[in-house]
């Protein structure tokens, strides 16, 4: 399982230096590294002859005027879909395009120092960041932050990229902190592998490494100093380490490795025609949790049962913009048709914490996990929430879709949210459109209080989905994201458990199914444990499908009830590691 995190400081043999962090996904990866996200320290500068200074000035302004484009429609389409007051942090940023002397002093420095435009946008707004974070006012230490996006904005603008990330070939990308919106912009085949500094196994970037198969360490602390973009970089995601330019030997060690890997990989296809059943004959739900068209069909093509979670933010992440239900709907549709008639459950718009749509966060809150997420925002806008749902009921006239609430916590929500299906409804029988009437509803457990009401939640629904990923962040009070806290975070706490347990159990009393899609129900390791707790139906990022089949069919119903009963009556998460036999029980 997840190997001990020590604060490792980077050692160094030969020409090579290790860097420690902690494991987020595994694989084996070497290539050039890109070093995501701090355009303003990596912009390159050039020195022009004084007849090129109108050309770069004039680049300037046209990506200035681009940006003030861009940023009136950002507000707009925030205004309107979130509210006027999520859309300050856009005028923000306007006014400062809108600044004479900030706009002139970048201007002088192309016509004084002879520099390029965006070296000279770089120079100029870390000169403004410096003078602002030094203040002791905290409203204009946050400016600070706007100054440092609104600079990169235009940079990228100049240089025609996007989201700061132009992979020009496979590439390691390499980072502070990587959030889910970063991610998933990126081009998804150029992708090696992750390695950040900061950054828990479950934050969103890290499933996002998992759904694509490729390694993935966070808490390397050190690494952005150390690399420069196109260093050679050796990742080992089972162990957790970063090697910068890797010895010989080092590359040879790790090819071998990798050629195992393809080796296992390829005996799992061996499973690929066989049956989810344990070895007594249960059948078991075995689908995948997918986050685009893409991931839909490499689910399909390693024989998914059907999708049982579509995080639709992720959709609307990587196109950068809150989509229109007609866009959204041909979006479902695809992944619905690329499952080929078989169950896809498609979950409204999780936003928040580390999930918003566009380059920046628009709520700008002090504690996002608890704060303006999911299915709060959707409640609170009822316009965005029927424009999703009528896509995904409209997206039903063509399969088997299910909907998904996300973060529910009180029963109040659950009734709230199947009011606005309702109304949902109601408009498209208005509108004679096709949908389908009788879609199920059900509700992700993955808020302690929502495990506690379980059986109540589970009687005004059709089915309950276990989020472990949040439900083990809240239940612990461990942030899924912060690499600091991250040897806390265990999906196998008793406690933990004993609200799976109580899930379960909920369900069972409405007579309703219930299913795990955190990233628990893809790792082999907590198979027999959540099969013995009572669950049926596992959903797991694609590239875990095998692997989570072939533990199903490893595993005694008997034995695992056995287990878990166990591991219901630890005390610790270490007693439960030995239960699992993962440890010595002393530890
Ligand atoms: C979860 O919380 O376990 C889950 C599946 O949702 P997400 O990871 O998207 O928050
Ligand atoms: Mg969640």
Redesign the pocket.
Known sequence: MDSEHQDCIPAKHGSEITVCGIPASPGIASGPAFVFGDILNEVETRTIGSAEVEGEIARFRDAVDLVKQELTRDAERISEQLGDEHADVFLVHSMILEDRGVLDAVEDRIRTDLVNGEAAVAQEMKRLVGVLASSDDAYLKDRSFDISDIGKRVIERMLGVWAHCPLVQPMIIVASELRASDAVTMDRGRILGFVTEHGGK?S?AA?LARSLGVPAIVGATGIVDLVNTGDVLAVDGEKGTAVLRPAPGTLERLDRQKQDEVRERESLGELLELPAVTVDGTQIGLLA?VGSIEDAREAARLGAQGIG?V?T?AVFMASGSFLSEDEQYDAYRGIVEAMGGKPVTIRTL?IG?D?FVGPENPFRERNPNLGYRSIRVLLDRPELFVAQMRAILRAGAHGDVRLLW?MICTLEELRAAKEVLEEAKVSLRRDGVPFREDVPAGV?I?IPSAALLADRLAAESDFLS??????T?YVLAVDRGNSLVDRLYRPHDPAVLMLIARTVEGARSAGVPVAV???MAGDPEYVPLLIGLGIEELSVAAPRLLPAKREIRRTELMAARELAGRALTAGTAGEVEAILGWTSPER
Do not use: A, W
């Open positions: 479950e969103h499933i949790n979670l995080r933010e999780d914490g999930k996300p992700m993955e276990i989020g472990t990923n949040d439900l962040q899609c955190g990233e």
